[in-house]
Nanobody, 123 residues
Framework: QVQLVESGGGSVQAGGSLRLSCVAS???????????MKWVRQAPGKEREEVAV???????RYTDSVKGRFTISKDNAKNTLYLQMNSLKSEDTASYYC??????????????WGQGTQVTVSS
């Protein structure tokens, strides 16, 4: 059973920084399974947006609006995914979710979600 627990959200003024953490458990990496992990956010009245992805091969990618400001990283020893958010803007206000996509034999099989953490940026 994969479990993801986020922390680190809060309220900050525009221009400030926050670091989100997501502690993962139950992720079995042995063949044929592998995982990619990501941060997804959703603001009230808006569609869910994939913010940053940490790929199975260690690659990273970001949505355009956060490039140069957000950094996704993973500490395998701590089973923890991070999202460092700098130069925060009011439009970054949203609930942020950690998610893990499980692949079996190279094909996406499941997606697991954390409970979310709120980020509020005031201007």
């Amino acid at each position: 059973q994969v479990q993801l627990v986020e922390s680190g959200g809060g309220s900050v003024q525009a221009g400030g920084s926050l670091r989100l953490s997501c502690v993962a458990s139950g992720m079995v990496y042995s063949y044929p399974y592998s995982f990619s992990m990501k941060w997804v956010r959703q603001a009230p009245g808006k569609e869910r947006e994939e913010v940053a992805v940490f790929g199975r091969d260690g690659s990273t990618r970001y949505t355009d609006s956060v490039k140069g400001r957000f950094t996704i990283s993973k500490d395998n020893a701590k089973n923890t995914l991070y999202l460092q958010m700098n130069s925060l803007k009011s439009e970054d206000t949203a609930s942020y979710y950690c998610a893990a996509d499980r692949y079996a034999y190279g094909r996406k099989a499941d997606t697991y979600w954390g409970q979310g953490t709120q980020v509020t940026v005031s201007s």
